[in-house]
């Protein structure tokens, strides 16, 4: 019987060896010489794994075929959309139904789907669109959004804050998120606190400098309208060229000159420096790839390392409600945590030509969606050259819990893995790993 096991494990080791030697004389498929991604497209019907399906692009407008991916693939946007259905048909949201209609079609279609449903919507929010011509992706994203959201709260007049609806619609739930900005004057010392609301993407510097003596907060907490909010404390200090440096780029403290101070009331030089004030369910962080220099826009395509998990907490102003202590934990330790799911890339020397593509993750895999087409992709050209528009999820940080493995356990497991006919089939891996 020994002897048995043995050989069948001698087996299983000359196999692998076989299937890395053929690996390596392999050339890869998915990607050319030089780094860069083939045009070389697979038909959606090799992928019976994946919900993903094509768009048709109507004229030259790659951009909204690529934003279109991964609005459809948000997650839990059908699903409030599917909740409030009935609101939706009352009150006429067309455009609400429109976006309703297309996700339906997009998951019980099993070819590629016609979005002029939804693009007659953005033309609606700006007629440059229904010439079918190239445009910026960013800019599409933020009128398509604004227009839907607009459109809810339009039929919500009854409320008066506008601030206040915001969350309670389907997209400004999911997508929104409000900023605060601290101005400090540098002559008087006055401390100022402003708000800005309705923002879908977040524009961010890819080669904005960090400064390592950042200041720090002397204020522990700040009011503003009304209400009390914990000041974080930045410590972190990024490695350079990934989206978590873009991030302390925009939201570090920056020296504003001829600012007109309302205390002074002159020019004055002033400290500014931004917060989240509510944090999206979704997170779109737009690249701020182009920049005008003598009149001319030059684009930086410098390579952005795409961090699959980042963390706000550094970023975030957390209201301090004693009333809430128990229902929230304490904000120290609180981690607000947000994963990749989708990326919108652009080839072109400006942001309103060129060509763009989506890359979106379905059940663990990235697949590459070129208007028509899609291919299955490795995760390392998901996460390449090229990122414009990268999407987060937040997620819920799981609870520690200890799990212990017996000595047993690990034996039984041990000797399975070399005696198991194939090495997928290993049960060590699916033993529960800790958490």
Known sequence: ???????????????????????????????????????????????????????????LTCYFCAILQCIVNTPHLEEALIQKQEKIKTRGLKYHSALLEFIKQYRESRQAIDPMIVFEVLCRANSEYSKKKEADAREALNDFLRLILDEEIESERELKSVENQIPNT????????????????DHCSSVSWTTEHRNFTLPVPICGALDEKMREDHEQAATI???????????????????????????QEELVSDYICSRCSEKVVVRKQSYFLSPPQVLIVNLKRYSCENGKTIKDADFIKINHTIYLDEYIL??????KEEANPDPKEQKIKYE?????????ELATTGH????????????????????LRRESLAINRGAYLVFYQRVQEPTKQSFQVSPLYLFINTCLLYTSPSPRDATLSRMPSSA
Not at 34 to 48: A, D, L, M, S, W
Not at 228 to 247: A, F, G, V, W
């Open 1 to 59: 019987m020994g002897l048995y096991l043995m050989l069948l494990g001698l087996l299983q080791i000359v196999k692998l060896i076989v299937m890395w030697i053929r690996s390596c004389f392999e050339k890869p498929k998915e990607e050319s010489e030089n780094g860069e991604e083939t045009e070389r497209f697979i038909e959606q019907t090799e992928y019976p794994q994946t919900n993903l399906k094509g768009i048709d692009k109507i004229g």
């Open 170 to 185: 389907i997209i400004g739930g999911i997508y929104c998120f409000s900023l605060a900005s601290k101005t400090v004057c």
């Open 225 to 251: 309208f009304g209400k009390t909010y914990l000041i974080p404390r930045k410590k972190s200090i990024y490695p350079r060229k990934t989206i978590e440096s873009t991030l302390q780029a925009f939201f």
């Open 318 to 323: 957390i209201e301090d409600n004693p009333s």
């Open 340 to 348: 990749l799911f989708g990326i919108v890339k652009h080839k072109g």
């Open 356 to 375: 763009y593509t989506a890359y979106v993750k379905d059940n663990g895999d990235w697949y590459l969606l070129n208007d028509t087409h899609i291919n």
